[in-house]
């Protein structure tokens, strides 16, 4: 019941914040205009940024997988990866593409259900972090542009606050685990289990520092890429592509990425649109019939990928036998027992 009212409180956000968007014919036309005049080599190149990032997560999530111990190739993994693009995609909240690539990646390694969990998360962890180093250096950078309106400085301050919020939980967590006081923790306290999960990772990363620092600094061109991704989009757009340059897009892409992570709308749509709006329109001066465009035709490059990714899934066959209906089954329940946690964490912040 939580999941489907979290799913259905997503929905109506999505549908009303679309609705404001979409709500003047005149802005519509103008968006269709700026759509049929776009330049499909940059297109192109968007997706091919798009496409570069996602193969350099794969090679990240490869070492972080040796160090557990799990060696599979990249071409599965980037079968993993793709697939769970489509489910992170195409199903509402964020957690069904992790919980369906883990468990394929238990059908590769099986008998390592705790080191292919770790690997998944520190994923995550790492690619976190460096995202809140690379808005950091953006936000010192170029202070002064993005405090330029009230509305923008909102945006920057939801960024601080999203940001300090989760380092203070990965700073935290890591203490716990210095002092060893992670299987201390009372048992009733939220989020216990992944604070013990996330113990047993610093643990095992740390003593392995070498390769855990590469995947940090691989992060930063995965970031780049990321970001390059809806700068060409932008490009492809004629009479707007003088009016920011790519160290623009360096500084505002942060702010839309973190911003949209937080899941009150389906796949962050509709909320993305606005973040456009408010952030080309006031501080490049882009008009909102084009913003909107320039959002909207990011996402769909990233559709795109997400198609290729449900495709790889209706012939991936893992390595040990191939998928049965059964297995089908436990993706299904996994995906919904994920929505449900999420469903409970995010009431337990509401309160």
Same mark, same amino acid.
């Given at each position: 019941?939580?999941?489907? $009212?979290? /799913?259905?409180?997503?929905?109506?956000? /999505? #549908?009303?914040?679309?609705?404001?968007?979409?709500?003047?014919?005149? /802005?519509?036309?103008?968006?269709?205009?700026?759509?049929?005049?776009?330049?499909? #080599?940059?297109?192109?190149?968007?997706?091919?940024?798009?496409g570069i990032m996602r193969f350099l997560s794969v090679i990240r999530w490869q070492i972080l997988l040796r160090v557990q111990g799990i060696h599979i190739g990249l071409k599965r993994l980037s079968g993993l990866t793709l697939i769970g693009l489509f489910f992170n995609i195409f199903m509402p909240?964020?957690?069904?593409?992790?919980?369906?690539?883990?468990?394929?990646?238990?059908?590769?390694?099986?008998?390592?259900?705790?080191?292919?969990?770790?690997?998944?998360? =520190?994923?995550?962890?790492?690619?976190?972090?460096?995202?809140?180093?690379?808005?950091?250096?953006?936000?010192? &950078?170029r202070y002064d542009w993005l405090m330029k309106t009230p509305a923008t400085s909102g945006l920057v301050l939801s960024l601080v606050v999203i940001a300090g919020g989760s380092l203070a939980f990965?700073?935290?967590?890591?203490?716990? /685990?210095?002092?060893?006081? &992670?299987?201390?923790?009372?048992?009733?306290?939220?989020?216990?289990?992944?604070l013990i999960d996330m113990s047993e990772a610093y643990n095992l990363y740390a003593r392995a520092w070498q390769p855990t620092l590469f995947t940090l600094v691989l992060s930063l061109p995965i970031h780049l890429f990321s970001f390059t991704q809806f700068y060409c989009v932008a490009k492809a757009f004629p009479g707007i592509a003088g009016l920011f340059t790519?160290?623009?897009?360096?500084?505002?892409?942060?702010?839309?990425a973190t911003i949209t992570a937080v899941p009150i709308s389906v796949g962050g749509t509709g909320v993305r649109e606005g973040l456009f709006v408010k952030l080309l329109g006031d501080l490049c001066g882009i008009a909102a019939a084009t913003a909107i465009v320039v959002s909207l035709t990011g996402y769909l =490059?990233? =559709? $795109?990928? !997400?198609? $290729?990714? !449900?495709?790889?899934? #209706?012939?991936?066959?893992? !390595?040990?036998?191939? #998928? &049965?209906?059964? =297995?089908?089954?436990?993706?299904?329940?996994?995906v919904n027992a994920a929505g449900a946690a999420e469903a409970d964490s995010a009431e337990k912040i509401t309160r």
């Open positions: 019941m939580k999941k489907k $009212i979290l /799913t259905l409180i997503q929905v109506v956000v /999505t #549908l009303f914040i679309l609705g404001w968007l979409f709500r003047d014919p005149a /802005t519509n036309r103008k968006m269709l205009e700026a759509l049929g005049a776009a330049d499909p #080599l940059w297109i192109l190149a968007s997706f091919a940024a798009f909240g964020g957690t069904g593409g992790d919980v369906v690539k883990t468990l394929y990646l238990l059908r590769e390694a099986p008998g390592k259900k705790a080191q292919a969990l770790l690997s998944v998360m =520190v994923d995550r962890i790492v690619g976190l972090i460096v995202m809140f180093l690379v808005a950091g250096v953006a936000l010192a &950078a990965l700073a935290g967590s890591f203490a716990i /685990t210095g002092f060893g006081l &992670a299987q201390s923790l009372p048992a009733r306290l939220p989020l216990r289990g992944k790519f160290t623009d897009f360096l500084a505002l892409m942060p702010i839309v =490059v990233q =559709v $795109i990928w !997400g198609v $290729i990714g !449900g495709i790889v899934y #209706l012939f991936y066959r893992s !390595g040990t036998p191939p #998928l &049965a209906q059964a =297995v089908q089954n436990d993706i299904a329940e996994a």
